[in-house]
């Protein structure tokens, strides 16, 4: 394919050696280009000159504008795009949360804006039910090779003095652990750090101690790295040991002087360092007043979750607090290095470097992770823009301490591969099961559910289905010859030489004696199936005003169909009246001076809380002539896209 790249990986180091079934090497991997979607720049970063500006940046590759990078798409074709394009060999930090194999749905909960303003039911919001934000679901193998790839790819876009930091749990870290020991080698392990999470899985009764910690390991590209020695608050009990007092009143603890020479001990005693302990031994004394703290070790346990009341708190599950990736940051790394996380979820990571005065890299698959990143580095960026010039004023998170200047105000989002179509696909998916009463597996790899007692495999929709998706399934049972269910295929229409192909295939199975009849069902003719709804895009009427160089949009109403058809499977029998199309929106972003490929963010109305509404009317300059360009999201992360010329 045209503007695709071979990009080629080092082989892991090797010992000692993980074996699953299906493993395989990864030499190398196609970069697929990239396409620049949105921009967010309301400013340069004032505070640096232009040579100091210059110095920051200058190993950041050419074409890329100079800010955050964000990436939508599967990471591993965004690492590949990030060597492909200059960045191997400079990240100086890596942290990932990846999946945990947990076999559980993360799901973000989704309801509308405002308050008891929006529906027939009185005063209580429209939970729009849950949206699954993504899959953790794998067969087991898979999840070794999928982590094994991301962490070959990873180690070559690190720095020599790079660290690298796997966020992990019980479940998966003594295979991850062996995994970074084969990639990068045991010589290369730092530390083990357990964070204790707060939340434990225990009670009363359960007949196993409950869990309540993280894993987080971390090891570095080679023998230098960078480490920043953290000086942690002293607990109360750290506190307590201080429980000598001079007569003055002085705090102090005392430990072990060992063998020193008489001069020692006499300079320890002029400069009032000395111990004599009632028996007349010697030992050294240490001040509550000197002590800067107590040096950060492998047990993390002053780090609380984000609790329900945080500011910092966005809806995206697995949310990691911020307090938890700025130790991280702050032990391994420097104002001005890259940070980089390709797991980016909520972008915890990313406002954390953008608060520290690093530059920063973030990926998800997921739409609304991107969103949620997005919206939530704007909001970090702005503030820090209003109290500039160069010196942000206290963020949330960061009260009462002086942060860095801001290595950049502003971020680029990229689109690697278009995953847009995987996320409706999913999404379209759990309503197709929902209306055909299909049971999701969890741990099959290539069937979706059961449907009674036969396996389900459903067909991605943005094709009817065809002889090869058969071809598909025939293949897999090919593999599983005692597999004796019968199966259903489901997809969104079906080309005519479908029926044909099923025909000989049912009739060839019966003549021979063999199980695994197929049978079809399209759900956009199938009677039964009638009126299920696939995908209506949202739409907005806007309309435009001109006077002298401003120009007035205005909102006159917005309509999904996604977010009715939700209201409708949550409410029941009641049909749900939205009496604000606000209500349905997330935010509204226009670019003044749209070029046709890439969304300049000129105004952003993002409400900060739930309850409040986007205001729906705007003006804006723009040069008569010019495009105009309005994106609106709903609350289930949807865009719609309005383009006119003024
Ligand atoms: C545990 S969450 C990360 C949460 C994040 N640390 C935070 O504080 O919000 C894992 C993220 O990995 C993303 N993800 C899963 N598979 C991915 C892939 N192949 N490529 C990119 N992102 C992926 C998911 O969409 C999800 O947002």
């Known amino acids: 394919m045209a503007d695709t790249k071979k990009v080629e990986i080092k082989p892991a180091k090797g010992r000692p050696m993980l074996q699953w079934v299906g493993k395989k090497p990864l030499r190398d991997v196609i970069a697929y280009p ?61 942290y990932i949360d990846p999946p945990f194999d947990s076999g559980a749905d993360y799901i973000r909960k989704v309801s509308l804006r405002g308050k008891g303003n929006q529906t027939s039911l009185k005063g209580e919001g429209y939970d729009l039910g849950e949206q699954i934000q993504y899959t953790d679901i794998w067969a087991n193998d898979n999840y070794l090779q999928f982590m094994y790839e991301r962490l070959l790819l990873l180690k070559e876009l690190l720095s020599d003095d790079g660290t690298i930091w796997v966020h992990c749990d019980w479940r998966k870290s003594q295979h991850l652990r062996c995994l970074l020991d084969e990639v990068f080698s045991p010589d290369s392990f730092r530390a083990h750090v357990i964070w204790r999470t707060m939340t434990s899985s225990g009670y009363k009764g359960k007949k196993s101690l409950g869990r309540s910690h993280a894993d987080l390991l971390y090891y570095s590209k080679s023998e230098k790295f960078v480490y920043n020695p953290t000086y942690l608050e002293m607990t109360p009990e750290m506190r307590a040991r201080y429980s000598h007092a001079d007569p003055d009143g002085r705090l102090f603890k005392d430990s072990y002087l060992g063998d020193v020479s008489p001069e020692t001990v006499e300079d320890l005693r002029k400069s009032n360092l000395l111990y004599v302990t009632s028996t007349g031994g010697f030992r050294i004394k240490h001040y509550l007043d000197e002590a800067d703290g107590t040096l950060a070790d492998d047990i993390w346990t002053d780090i609380d979750p984000e609790n329900s009341q945080s500011a910092l708190l966005t809806d995206y599950p697995t949310q990691k607090p911020e307090a938890l990736l700025r130790r991280i940051v702050e032990i391994t790394s420097n104002q001005g290095d890259i940070v980089l996380d390709c797991f980016i979820g909520s972008g915890t990571t990313a406002a954390v470097a953008q608060k520290l005065g690093r530059r920063w890299i973030g990926a998800d698959i997921n739409k609304g992770a991107i969103q949620t990143t997005s919206k939530r580095l704007q909001g970090i960026i702005e503030e820090q823009l209003k109290s500039a010039k160069g010196k942000a004023k206290a963020l949330p998170g960061m009260e009462g301490e002086e942060t860095p ?94 029926g044909a192909w099923l025909e000989d295939w049912n009739r060839n199975r019966k003549r021979t004696g063999l199980p695994n009849q197929i049978d079809v069902k399209d759900l956009r003719v199938d009677a039964k199936s009638g009126g299920f709804f696939v995908h209506k895009p949202a739409e907005a009427n806007i309309k435009f005003k001109r006077a002298g160089d401003k120009v007035s949009i205005e909102i006159a109403d917005f309509l999904s169909p996604t977010v009715i058809e939700r209201l409708k499977s949550q409410a029941g029998i009641l049909t749900p009246q939205i009496k604000d199309w606000r209500s349905m929106v997330d935010s509204v972003m226009i670019d003044s001076n749209y070029d046709g490929k890439v969304f300049n963010i000129t105004l952003a109305d993002v409400p900060e809380k739930k309850n409040d509404l986007v205001v729906g009317k705007y003006e804006v300059e723009a040069k008569k002539g010019s495009t105009i360009a309005v994106k609106i999201t709903d609350m289930l992360g949807e865009e719609v896209f309005v383009v006119k010329e003024v």
């Open 34 to 94: 990239a396409q620049l979607v949105e921009t967010f720049a309301p400013a340069l970063t004032p505070a640096l000159s232009r040579g100091e500006r210059g110095n920051l940046w200058k190993d950041w590759p050419d074409k890329f504008p100079q800010g955050g990078l964000l990436f939508h798409g599967d990471n591993k074709d965004v690492l590949a795009y990030l060597l492909a394009n200059g960045f191997r060999g400079k990240v100086k930090l890596i």
């Open 405 to 498: 200047a801001p290595a950049q105000f502003s971020f680029a989002v990229y689109r690697v591969n278009d995953y847009d179509m995987q996320i409706q696909h999913n999404e379209a998916m759990n309503l197709a099961c929902e209306h055909l009463g299909i049971t999701r597996t969890k741990t099959d790899a290539f069937f979706d559910g059961a449907l009674g007692k036969k396996l389900v495999k459903i067909v991605q929709f943005n094709h009817p289905i065809t002889p090869l998706d058969l071809e598909e399934v025939k293949r897999e049972l090919g593999n599983r010859p005692q597999e004796e269910r019968d199966v259903v295929v489901v997809g969104y229409g079906k080309e005519l030489a479908v």
